[in-house]
């Protein structure tokens, strides 16, 4: 309860789908902002796509335009993020966060889930 969990991630090949999971508390419905984040290796957390639960439409890094889709389902509270076309550079650990409405950070974070992209 109160946690953000996510699921799905795994070894992949150049070119294949993948579908994330991000199962989130009831009181972020409404409230937060979700999103996903991905920490490749060398690098910084970065961001990845963004959904609010009342609108279908999503905001995305530049990277994965195109190539990545987030979406929410509000009756199983869960947040989706399917990724087609992956790229060895896709590879990393990916994080499900929530940011409540008015505040500038996200404060709610998942245990990540490892997407490995191999060429």
């Known amino acids: 309860q109160g946690r953000l969990v996510e699921s799905g991630g795994g070894l992949v090949q150049t070119g294949d789908s993948l579908r994330l999971s991000c199962s989130a508390p009831?009181?972020?419905?409404?409230?937060?902002?979700m999103a996903w984040f991905r920490r490749s290796p060398g690098k910084e957390r970065d961001f990845v796509a963004s959904?609010?639960?009342?609108?279908?439409?999503?905001a995305y890094a530049d990277s994965v335009k195109g190539r990545f889709t987030i979406s929410r389902d509000i009756a199983n509270r869960t947040i989706y993020l399917q990724m087609d076309f992956l790229k060895p550079e896709d590879t990393g650990v990916y994080y499900c966060?929530?940011?409540?409405?008015?505040?500038?950070?996200?404060?709610?974070w998942g245990q990540g889930t490892q997407v490995t992209v191999s060429s």
């Open positions: 966060a929530g940011r409540r409405f008015g505040r500038s950070q996200y404060e709610l």
């Open positions: 009831e009181r972020t419905v409404g409230n937060y902002r």
């Open positions: 959904i609010v639960w009342t609108s279908d439409a999503g």
